[in-house]
T-cell receptor, first 112, second 116 residues
Framework: KQEVTQIPAALSVPEGENLVLNCSFTDSAIYNLQWFRQDPGKGLTSLLLIQSSQREQTSGRLNASLDKSSGRSTLYIAASQPGDSATYLCAVMNSGYSTLTFGKGTMLLVSP | GAVVSQHPSRVICKSGTSVKIECRSLDFQATTMFWYRQFPKQSLMLMATSNEGSKATYEQGVEKDKFLINHASLTLSTLTVTSAHPEDSSFYIC????????????FGPGTRLTVT
């Protein structure tokens, strides 16, 4: 059974810092991995999706990497802003038609 | 594109009553929809998978008679919480799999259920 772990559970940084969020998964036979953002009381916003054959994806100040063999992914946020404050969730899909398995998330607070 | 809506966004009901939550794919056809439940500061836990025109598949530990799921069309799935109790209070999120892009799921904004 796939298990997804995210470290740290919470992170507080001053504005402008670069930061890294970590995600690990136990079954490396994944189809894709996705990073989501969730604001309090809201649904999920997809940030980046990495297919199993890819090593990384970039969108603006966000860069997600995937090392499937070691079961790890990182989400790098450059020049953090207060608006980046949210919970970031990592989720893996084990096959093209399977469900997503989510980590518990990292709660990020960026202070001005 | 790829928008999923949920209705209502918030609902408060009394213990013992039933409440229905709708999940709609607005600009695509969804052969499969998923229902998740999220407790405060916890991750999303999959409750059930519904395929259009067939019975839902429930995850272990989820009572199918309590959480009724109907997926009658390619754009609509409903979750009915029957005889709700305070412990059913939670954040319910649906997602939909695009028939044409099955490796992606699009999430709704969630429904906050409070049972008093």
């Amino acid at each position: 059974k796939q298990e997804v772990t995210q470290i740290p559970a919470a992170l507080s940084v001053p504005e402008g810092e670069n930061l890294v969020l970590n995600c690990s998964f136990t079954d490396s036979a994944i189809y894709n991995l996705q990073w989501f953002r969730q604001d309090p009381g809201k649904g999920l916003t997809s940030l980046l999706l990495i297919q199993s054959s890819q090593r990384e994806q970039t969108s603006g100040r966000l860069n997600a990497s995937l090392d499937k063999s070691s079961g790890r992914s990182t989400l790098y946020i450059a020049a953090s802003q207060p608006g980046d404050s949210a919970t970031y969730l990592c989720a893996v899909m084990n096959s093209g038609y399977s469900t997503l398995t989510f980590g518990k998330g990292t709660m990020l607070l960026v202070s001005p | 594109g790829a928008v999923v809506s949920q209705h209502p966004s918030r609902v408060i009901c009394k213990s013992g009553t039933s409440v229905k939550i709708e999940c709609r794919s607005l600009d695509f056809q969804a052969t499969t929809m998923f229902w998740y439940r999220q407790f405060p500061k916890q991750s999303l836990m999959l409750m059930a998978t519904s395929n259009e025109g067939s019975k839902a598949t429930y995850e272990q530990g989820v009572e199918k008679d309590k959480f009724l799921i109907n997926h009658a069309s390619l754009t609509l799935s409903t979750l009915t919480v029957t005889s709700a109790h305070p412990e059913d209070s939670s954040f319910y999120i649906c997602s939909a799999r695009n028939r044409d892009r099955p490796y992606e799921q699009y999430f709704g904004p969630g429904t906050r259920l409070t049972v008093t």
